[in-house]
């Protein structure tokens, strides 16, 4: 069956660090991937995906992340993270239908 | 994009009871998805609700526990029935347009 593992169930950094959050999953087949970010108070919203292609794909608000099919891995990074990007960050996979699988997802609390 | 609403956006119902929970969008769309997330889980989903047809239940969701109606092509409900303390989550209605999935708010839902 799909799985995913998202292995930081909480991060805590300064503004200005650097940021990766790591994902993995499990499935033989062709994947597409997504992150999706939930800020406090509001929905899941989409923040990157990746579905074939260069395997370095840029989101929204700097984020980017990184196909490595070897690894089986799509990790998110900021090279710079703010305030306001304290959210929740959830990995999910899908494999061309409907369903997807996601993650337990990542508490990120930056402190300014 | 989708604008999706979704009431009540928390309760606090007792054991025995039931709670339904509204999801309308602003777009039409031929399936809606019904979402779990307990506490320290991952998204995972409940069934997916095509109008005009019985909902698709995940394994390990019934129907008698999960009745979902889908009356048209914006709107569906889920009641989580006889409630117990394990049915304690955030529910969460999605759609999809193209292939990005987009999400209401949640319902956060406690039994006491």
């Known amino acids: 069956a799909q799985s995913v593992s998202q292995h930081n169930h909480h991060v805590i950094l300064s503004e200005a660090a650097s940021l990766e959050l790591g994902c993995n999953y499990s499935?033989?087949?062709?994947?597409?991937l997504f992150w999706y970010v939930q800020y406090p108070g509001q929905h899941l919203q989409l923040l990157l995906k990746y579905f074939s292609g260069d395997p370095l794909v840029k989101g929204i608000k700097g984020f980017e992340a990184e196909f490595i099919k070897s690894k089986f891995s799509f990790n998110l990074r900021k090279p710079s993270v703010q305030w306001s990007d304290t959210a929740e960050y959830f990995c999910?996979?899908?494999?061309?239908?409907?369903?997807?699988?996601f993650g337990t997802g990542t508490r990120l609390k930056v402190l300014a | 994009s989708a604008v999706i609403s979704q009431k009540p956006s928390r309760d606090i119902c007792q054991r025995g009871t039931s709670l339904t929970i509204q999801c309308q969008v602003d777009?039409?769309?031929?399936?809606m998805f019904w979402y779990r997330q307990q506490p320290g889980q991952s998204l995972t989903l409940i069934a997916t609700?095509?109008?005009?047809?019985?909902?698709?239940?995940e394994s390990g969701f019934v129907i008698d526990k999960f009745p979902i109606s889908r009356p048209n092509l914006t709107f569906s409900t889920l009641t989580v029935s006889n409630l117990s303390p394990e049915d304690s989550s955030i529910y969460l209605c999605s759609v999809m347009l193209g292939t990005e999935a987009f999400f209401g708010q949640g319902t956060r839902l406690t039994v006491v």
């Open positions: 777009s039409q769309v031929t399936m």
């Open positions: 499935y033989g087949g062709t994947v597409n």
């Open positions: 999910a996979v899908n494999s061309g239908t409907y369903k997807y699988i």
């Open positions: 609700a095509n109008q005009g047809s019985e909902a698709t239940y």
